[in-house]
């Protein structure tokens, strides 16, 4: 084979392209040389992604630097950049009031009067005369047992008294006769000391006799059972017809009196000499409340303290009195009494959600006459009802933000809206747990 014999790709190879005059020239590698590697794309976009987002934000900062140099602050804006947007809240303004103290305490309904009837007699059951859960008087006939047997009692007694009354009258006669023998020594005295002894025999057995009518008469009153007391009948116990008995556990009816009703109630014995001192001086309201502590039910007054403090649980027990004349209180209900021991006069009030509480402070944001807000420390006193007394920090007439004070801080701009003044409607229920 011939060496000098040119190979099929020097043969085939194009020659290198001319460019244009004045162009420099571009060095192609030798022919058979390899083509230097290209480096991997990802490589480039790792690099370039950073690149670009580095100078978007360089770029869209400057450019807001330069937009707020050149311009005046924009709507809702200070020239320092805080947020100063006008808030809409609800305010409420501080007013000179009057508020009670109260002692809570949990109790129940109790008559002050609470009989069970039962037969005094042995006897047939034979007429009622109420209807259940009627109102009686006091002296109303409710029950009658059978007379018949205590009216033939009755009757055995007033006989043998009229026996021995008779013969009374006869020893008696006999007695003056002895006598007046004695006076003419016609007989011996021991005679007529005989016959006095007779008398006076005679005597006692008037008086038993007596006594047996009386028994008799007495137990026809026991047939007719009345009522005690004034107040209201439960359910009947025994129905005519039966048997009942004077040693029979179980009474025919009960009476509970239900005006006036009392409440008995506990309060810690830390409030006894408060109450004891109150008590010395003037008559203490007392207010019943349904369970919830919602509605309040009747209005009393504090009629006693127990007489001994009990000491398993630290609290005495107290009653009052309420006249019940719409039998709001019904016998063994259960209530909230709250104690009323002082009522403070001419102190400032403000509505209980206008104050707002940290971790070490009371507050409020008190609304500025150029309507921005700042932070007043307050001190609170006793809460009642929707409202609280502040004892410092705030005077009758300031204005604070109820709600929407989330969204202030100090100096923030608010649009207020004063609330109506609700101090007169004092109706509802108080607040659970405000006692002092």
Known sequence: MNQ??????????????ALPPGEPQLALPPPGASAAPR??????????????????????????????????????????????????????????????????????????YTVTLRSRVDGELTEIHYREGDAVHQGDLLVQIDPRPFEVQLTEAEGQLAKDEAALANARID??????????????????????????????????????????????????ITAPI??????????????????????????TQIEPISVLFTVAEDQLPTVL???????????????????????????TVDNQIDQTTGTVRLRATFDNKDDALFPNQFVNARLLVQEKRGVVLLPSAAIQRSSNATFVY??????????????????????????AGLNAGDTVVMTGADKLQEGSKVNAQIQQDTSSKKAGAPKAGVNQ
């Open 4 to 17: 000098n014999k040119p190979s099929i790709l020097e043969t085939q190879s194009d020659p290198p392209l």
């Open 39 to 112: 480096p991997p794309r990802s490589k480039f976009l790792w690099i370039l992604v950073p690149v670009l987002l580095a100078g978007a934000i360089w770029g869209y900062f400057h450019w807001s630097k330069a937009s707020a140099s050149g311009k005046p602050p924009a709507a809702g804006k200070n020239a320092d950049g805080k947020g100063s947007d006008v808030t809409q809240v609800v305010a409420a303004k501080a007013r000179l009031g009057n508020i009670g103290v109260y002692f809570n305490g949990l109790g129940a309904v109790t008559p002050i």
């Open 175 to 224: 007695l003056t006769r002895y006598q007046t023998l004695l006076a003419q020594n016609a007989i011996q005295e021991q005679q007529v000391a005989t016959q006095k002894a007779l008398v006076t025999q005679d005597e006692g057995t008037v008086k038993s006799d007596q006594g047996q009518v009386d028994s008799a008469k007495l137990n026809l009153v026991y047939c007719k």
């Open 230 to 255: 004034t107040g209201r009948i439960g359910l009947r116990l025994v129905d005519p017809g039966n048997i009942v008995h004077a040693s029979d556990t179980t009474g025919l009816l009960v009476i």
């Open 277 to 303: 001192q109150k008590m010395r001086t003037s008559t203490l309201e007392v207010d019943a409340y349904d369970r919830d502590m919602k509605k309040k039910l009747a209005q009393g007054t504090l009629t």
């Open 366 to 391: 008190l609304v500025k006459p150029d309507s921005t807000v700042t932070v007043r420390n307050i001190t609170e006193g006793t809460t009642e009802g929707d409202d609280s007394e502040i004892t």
